[in-house]
């Protein structure tokens, strides 16, 4: 049974570039979450796509965005980087629109240069 | 606004010894669910609890115990009998009924156990 999956492992990026992650669910799952984490930090929660749809953003600019697939998998991509936007991002799976544990991938280290 | 705070940020303890992580949240809504999560040098994060606010007994998991006080808010955390491989750093979150699973992160407290 595949857990979370998460590409790529790291990324360096100059800033006012563009980046995409992607991020595949753990089996049977149907959501994905997103979260920003800057070290020595907890994680931040920028959003969660369910059905395709975004259907929670938390306080992210609109250089955040994301897409969700037909197969659940999803990818966020960030648009005109900042040094600040340099952290392990996070993606998390879950099942429907009840509470449940999330599964957490790997992460992303992302180096804003 | 939910919030959770880790008043600990870092606790260092020598092997066998016990050790209990503080965890502090505030909410509005009267149902909620309360995690810990544990996150390696690695860095995936590897679920250990849920905890609905309307059950308030203790949990016991091998050497993990958890104690939800509803009436001073605190979901904290014990680990008996502290190992080297318990060195990680410890989050406790806080999700609210209509929030759909999405989870507000306390700071963390890295624990340190050495042997």
């Known amino acids: 049974d595949a857990g979370v999956t998460q590409s790529p492992t790291h990324l360096i990026k100059t800033r006012g570039q563009q980046v995409t992650l992607r991020c595949s669910p753990k089996?049977?799952?149907?959501?994905v979450s997103w979260y920003q984490q800057a070290l020595g930090q907890g994680p931040q929660f920028i959003f969660q796509y369910y059905e395709e749809e975004e259907r929670q953003r938390g306080n992210f600019p609109d250089r955040f965005s994301g897409h969700q697939f037909p197969n659940y998998s999803s990818e966020l991509n960030v648009n005109a980087l900042l040094l600040g936007d340099s952290a392990l991002y996070l993606c998390?799976?879950?099942w429907g629109q009840g509470i449940y544990e999330q599964y957490f991938g790997p992460g992303t280290r992302l180096t804003v240069t | 606004a939910q919030k959770v705070t880790q008043a600990q940020t870092e606790i260092s303890v020598v092997e066998k010894e016990d050790v209990t992580l503080d965890c502090v949240y505030e909410?509005?809504?009267?149902?909620?669910?309360l995690f810990w999560y544990k996150q390696p040098p690695s860095g995936e994060l590897v679920f250990l609890i849920r905890r609905n606010s309307f059950d308030e007994q203790n949990e016991i998991s091998g050497r993990y115990s958890w104690n939800f006080q509803k009436s001073t808010s605190s979901f904290n955390f014990t680990i008996t009998a502290s190992q080297v491989v318990d060195s990680a750093v410890y989050f406790c979150?806080?999700?609210?009924?209509?929030?759909?699973?999405?989870?507000?992160f306390g700071k963390g407290t890295m624990l340190l156990v050495s042997p």
């Open positions: 089996s049977g799952h149907d959501t």
């Open positions: 979150a806080l999700s609210e009924a209509q929030g759909y699973s999405t989870l507000t």
């Open positions: 909410t509005r809504d009267t149902t909620y669910y």
């Open positions: 998390a799976s879950s």
